[in-house]
């Protein structure tokens, strides 16, 4: 019973490239979440996904950033035209989504690292 | 919005000692988590209390919740090197999200 995976584990680009960030929540999960971690902080919420719904987009940055949770296969969250700033570690968690907040589990984290 | 606020933002002790790490949070909450994340790697639920719980154990983890206060304290007793990471809260906020705290960074000196 695998927990949530997230690839790549490490991912450079260059200014400008895109970056697209896998996450295959754990089995039987139907809610996903992804958060952005800067150095020496917290985590910060970006979007909550359901099974091809955006649920709440309220921590994503207006543009560059889009998040999918498609039917089939794993979110992804893509950022175009990335930017230093943008380097940071970006953790996915799923849960039931039985209970508010509750049986989340994380991946250990895409680290983003933009040159 | 910075939900959890933790203090202190660092905490150096010995091998053997407790460490206590507090938590403050601004809004009602229905419950209150406390993740640990060791150095680049991902996070670890430790325990979670609801809002009409006071005190919750785990091992050697003891959570209290204030909700008077509006805050929440995480004690590890005989503390071990293998218990340095950082430590995070989250409150729920609305809906299904978690709203994390700055963290406090621990370290146990063997």
């Known amino acids: 019973n695998a927990g949530v995976m997230q690839n790549p584990r490490h991912l450079v680009r260059r200014r400008g490239q895109e970056a697209r960030l896998r996450c295959s929540p754990v089995?039987?999960?139907?809610?996903v979440y992804w958060y952005r971690q800067l150095p020496e902080e917290g985590l910060k919420f970006m979007v909550y996904?359901?099974?091809?719904?955006?649920?709440?987009e309220s921590g994503m940055p207006k543009e560059r950033f889009s998040a999918e949770f498609p039917k089939e296969g794993p979110s992804i969250l893509r950022i175009q035209q990335v930017v230093r700033g943008d380097s940071a570690a970006y953790f996915c968690?799923?849960?039931?989504?039985?209970?508010?907040?509750?049986?989340?589990?994380f991946g250990s984290g895409t680290r983003l690292t933009v040159v | 919005s910075q939900q959890g606020e933790e203090d202190p933002q660092a905490l150096s002790i010995q091998e053997g000692e407790n460490a206590t790490m507090n938590c403050s949070y601004k809004?009602?909450?229905?419950?209150l988590q406390w993740y640990r994340q060791n150095s680049g790697r991902g996070l670890v639920h430790l325990i979670l209390?609801?809002?009409?719980?006071r005190e919750k154990h785990s091992g050697r983890l003891r959570v209290t919740l204030d909700t008077s206060k509006k805050s929440s304290s995480l004690l590890i007793t005989a503390s071990r090197a293998a218990d340095t990471a950082s430590y995070f809260c989250?409150?729920?906020?609305?809906?299904?999200?978690?709203?994390f705290g700055q963290g406090t960074r621990l370290t146990i000196n063997p």
């Open positions: 209390i609801r809002s009409n719980e």
């Open positions: 968690a799923s849960s039931p989504g039985q209970e508010r907040a509750l049986g989340y589990t």
């Open positions: 996904l359901q099974k091809e719904n955006i649920i709440d």
């Open positions: 089995k039987g999960h139907s809610h």
């Open positions: 809004t009602s909450i229905n419950n």
């Open positions: 989250a409150t729920d906020e609305g809906a299904q999200k978690l709203v």
